[in-house]
């Protein structure tokens, strides 16, 4: 190292160092950027996006209109002589009209139900009237079945549920933000429900929104004060058994997926339970092929038919005690092992049960 430096400075002395100056003032560190909170469960956004009403997409200036039109209807006298239920409706009302710029026919299922049904250009197939009518049948079977949920933690009354049917696709891609291959939608944050016409019968879209608002309910009244984090629900729930007891009181409704499934199984597409039940939100959003992502609801549909109809329905127990983890927060694949068994048995006997499907 000696003959390095020696070499490194031959033919003169080092050169001095240079004065040093004022030491230059410290850049302070940029404060790390705070998490975003995690999407909850029947808790909307705050600040909301600047263009979102309830998860429709209207734009700022439409959500300028709507907050000046609700503070209009606020201090209206038609709104001093509205209570309770009326006036929620009403209320409703301003806003739908506020957002597509005309009147959209509304129908209730009954004063002692929670939705309110609004349908963009009603025509025979997209009858407001006949679907609250399908409403008032789903309810019924809905909450006698699960009629032990709704005793333990009763739903918060006084909250509507709008279910609203846009006039095609590409208005409800227009005017929401729907996960990815969405045939229809709740927000989970606001309750709002989405079904847009399709080739498909618009009481299935409606009634399964429905299931999916009437687990919502049950959900938000067992929810811990911090409330359930989205990211947590499990999608074949979430998607399958709302399908499932959404058709049900269809007289067809089910004929579509029992053929799905039982293509799947024949196509060897069929997941195995233990990987259809640990599918994520974030992964079942993240689907790209639209094959795989409209898979996943008819198998989900398929494992809560098994659930609660194979063999006499002697597995409906450990479903209501999913339901119960799953709403209050604590579902998940673990969940599923202690309320279903060893599920890669189980998955042979869903196999069969399939095969069976008609």
């Keep these: 190292a000696a003959i390095l430096v020696a070499a490194f400075w031959e033919g003169g002395a080092p050169p001095a160092k240079p004065a040093a100056g004022p030491a230059a003032p410290e850049v302070p560190a940029k404060p790390p950027e705070p998490p975003s909170p995690p999407d909850l ?26 907050e000046a039109a609700a503070a209009a209807f606020a201090g209206s006298r038609q709104a001093r002589g509205l209570q309770g239920r009326e006036r929620a409706e009403a209320e ?8 597509w710029g005309t009147a959209k026919m509304l129908a209730v299922p009954s004063a002692d139900l929670p939705w309110v049904i ?23 079977a809905f909450r006698a079945r699960f009629a032990p949920l709704f005793a333990a933690t009763p739903p918060a ?40 016409r399709t080739g498909r019968p618009v009481a299935e879209g409606v009634l399964v929104q429905a299931a999916r608002q009437e687990f919502l309910a049950l959900a938000r009244a067992r929810a811990p004060r911090e409330g359930i984090p989205l990211a947590g629900l499990a999608p074949w729930f979430w998607d399958g058994a709302a399908a499932y007891f959404g058709l049900a009181v269809l007289p067809d409704g089910a004929a579509r997926h029992a053929q799905d499934v039982r293509d799947a199984l024949r196509e060897g597409t069929l997941l195995p339970l233990p990987r259809l039940l640990a599918v994520t939100r974030a992964e079942a959003a993240s689907l790209d092929e639209p094959r795989t992502a409209f898979a996943l609801q008819p198998q989900a549909w398929a494992f809560t038919a098994f659930l609660e109809t194979a063999e006499g329905g002697k597995r409906r127990g450990g479903l209501d005690r999913y339901a119960e983890r799953e709403l209050s927060g604590k579902g998940g694949l673990e969940a599923a092992r ?19 499907l008609k």
């Excluded at 469960?41 to 709507?66: C, I, N």
């Design 118 to 140: 609004a349908v963009e250009e009603p025509s025979d197939a997209a009858d407001p009237e006949s679907l609250a009518a399908g409403l008032r049948e789903f309810a019924a």
């Design 41 to 66: 469960l029947g808790v909307e956004r705050t600040p909301p996006p600047p263009d979102d009403w309830h998860g429709a997409r209207v734009g700022e200036e439409g959500r300028k209109a709507l």
């Design 92 to 99: 409703l009302r301003v806003e739908l009209e506020t957002i």
């Design 157 to 196: 009354e006084g909250t509507l549920r709008p279910i609203i049917v846009l006039r095609s696709r590409d208005e409800y891609l227009r005017l929401t933000r729907p996960p990815a291959f969405a045939t229809g939608h709740t927000n989970l944050n606001s309750g709002w429900a989405f079904v847009p």
């Design 338 to 356: 202690e309320c279903f068994g060893d599920l890669e048995a189980l998955d042979a006997e869903y196999r069969a049960f399939v095969r069976s």
